[in-house]
C-alpha cells in the first residue's frame, strides 16, 4: 500500500507602494506579485516561530500516518510554505516528517514560493501570473502519487479551482466506473459549511458524479470541529493505519 497526506496552504495580503502607479501596468503588476511573494515570505518566517500545538487534530492524523508499522510508503505533500523543522527545530514531531515532506509550491527556506493561477487561457502579457510560468516552478509528482495511492487523506485543504489541476484528475478517474481502482479517501475539513464547499469542489471535478465517487471509493468527510466531541471519529480513522489500542490512546492523547 503507498499513503498519501495533502495539507493546507496559507495566505495573506500586503499593500504595495503607489510610486510605481505611473509605469505601464504589466511593469507595476509584475512587480506588485514580488512584493507580495516576498510580505508573504516575511509574515511566514514570523508565524513559523510559533510552537506546533502536538495535541491538534491536523498533528494527530498526521502522527497517525507517521507511526504505521507496516511497510507502507508514507508521502506528504504540504500546499504551506513553511518547513517542519524551522517551526520546531527540537521538536520529536517535526523529525519525524522533515524526510517525508514535498513542498508542492516552494518552502521559505529555499527564498522563493509559488504564488499564481492555475493554467488558463490568459492576456499573453499576463503570463507570469500563472503559477507554472514561474521560473522557480518544479512541483513533485503529486498527481502521480495520487493515482498510485490506495489511502489517500486531505487535510484542511479547500481542494479550489485554483489548486483544481493537482486534484481534478484523481477525482474524475475515482469516479469514473471504467476500470475502477476502489481507494481510501479520507477529507479532513473544519464543520458543515466547508464540508458543501467541499461538495461542491467535488462535484465540479468529477463533472457532477459525486455520487459514483462515493460508490467506487471509501470515501468519508471529518469536520474536525465535530472530533473535541465524539472522539470516535478520529479512533476510527486512525485504526485505518493501527491496531493496537494503546498505540491509538497514545497518539489521540500524547
Given at each position: 500500500?503507498?499513503?498519501?497526506?495533502?495539507?493546507?496552504?496559507?495566505?495573506?495580503?500586503?499593500?504595495?507602494?503607489?510610486?510605481?502607479?505611473?509605469?505601464?501596468?504589466?511593469?507595476?503588476?509584475?512587480?506588485?506579485?514580488?512584493?507580495?511573494?516576498?510580505?508573504?515570505?516575511?509574515?511566514?518566517?514570523?508565524?513559523?516561530?510559533?510552537?506546533?500545538?502536538?495535541?491538534?487534530?491536523?498533528?494527530?492524523?498526521a502522527r497517525a500516518f507517521m507511526r504505521n508499522k507496516s511497510n507502507d510508503q508514507i508521502?506528504?505533500?504540504?500546499?504551506?510554505?513553511?518547513?517542519?523543522?524551522?517551526v520546531a527545530p527540537n521538536s520529536s514531531f517535526a523529525m519525524e516528517f522533515n524526510d517525508t515532506?514535498?513542498?508542492?509550491?516552494?518552502?521559505?527556506?529555499?527564498?522563493?514560493?509559488?504564488?499564481?493561477?492555475?493554467?488558463?487561457?490568459?492576456?499573453?502579457?499576463?503570463?507570469?501570473?500563472?503559477?507554472?510560468?514561474?521560473?522557480?516552478?518544479?512541483?513533485?509528482?503529486?498527481?502521480?502519487?495520487?493515482?498510485?495511492?490506495?489511502?489517500?487523506?486531505?487535510?484542511?485543504?479547500?481542494?479550489?479551482?485554483?489548486?483544481?489541476?493537482?486534484?481534478?484528475?484523481?477525482?474524475?478517474?475515482?469516479?469514473?466506473?471504467?476500470?475502477?481502482?476502489?481507494?481510501?479517501?479520507?477529507?479532513?475539513?473544519?464543520?458543515?459549511?466547508?464540508?458543501?464547499?467541499?461538495?461542491?469542489?467535488?462535484?465540479?471535478?468529477?463533472?457532477?458524479?459525486?455520487?459514483?465517487?462515493?460508490?467506487?471509493?471509501?470515501?468519508?468527510?471529518?469536520?474536525?470541529?465535530?472530533?473535541?466531541?465524539?472522539?470516535?471519529?478520529?479512533?476510527?480513522?486512525?485504526?485505518?493505519?493501527?491496531?493496537?489500542?494503546?498505540?491509538?490512546?497514545?497518539?489521540?492523547?500524547?
Amino acid at each position: 500500500k503507498n499513503g498519501i497526506l495533502i495539507l493546507p496552504r496559507f495566505s495573506c495580503y500586503i499593500s504595495f507602494s503607489h510610486e510605481d502607479i505611473l509605469n505601464p501596468p504589466i511593469e507595476r503588476d509584475q512587480k506588485a506579485l514580488q512584493l507580495i511573494k516576498n510580505g508573504l515570505i516575511q509574515y511566514l518566517i514570523k508565524v513559523q516561530q510559533e510552537a506546533i500545538n502536538e495535541n491538534s487534530i491536523a498533528a494527530i492524523v498526521a502522527r497517525a500516518f507517521m507511526r504505521n508499522k507496516s511497510n507502507d510508503q508514507i508521502v506528504i505533500y504540504s500546499f504551506n510554505y513553511t518547513s517542519f523543522s524551522e517551526v520546531a527545530p527540537n521538536s520529536s514531531f517535526a523529525m519525524e516528517f522533515n524526510d517525508t515532506i514535498n513542498y508542492v509550491h516552494g518552502c521559505i527556506l529555499d527564498g522563493n514560493i509559488i504564488l499564481g493561477t492555475k493554467d488558463e487561457k490568459i492576456v499573453h502579457n499576463y503570463d507570469f501570473i500563472q503559477k507554472s510560468f514561474d521560473s522557480q516552478y518544479n512541483p513533485p509528482a503529486m498527481v502521480y502519487d495520487l493515482m498510485d495511492a490506495d489511502d489517500i487523506t486531505i487535510f484542511g485543504h479547500s481542494l479550489g479551482i485554483n489548486d483544481s489541476q493537482y486534484f481534478k484528475a484523481f477525482f474524475e478517474r475515482q469516479s469514473s466506473s471504467t476500470n475502477p481502482q476502489k481507494k481510501n479517501i479520507t477529507i479532513f475539513t473544519k464543520d458543515a459549511k466547508s464540508e458543501i464547499e467541499i461538495k461542491r469542489s467535488l462535484q465540479e471535478m468529477t463533472n457532477w458524479n459525486l455520487t459514483s465517487l462515493y460508490g467506487l471509493n471509501n470515501l468519508q468527510i471529518i469536520k474536525t470541529d465535530e472530533c473535541a466531541n465524539n472522539p470516535a471519529l478520529l479512533r476510527k480513522y486512525i485504526k485505518m493505519y493501527i491496531d493496537n489500542e494503546e498505540d491509538i490512546d497514545s497518539i489521540i492523547h500524547i
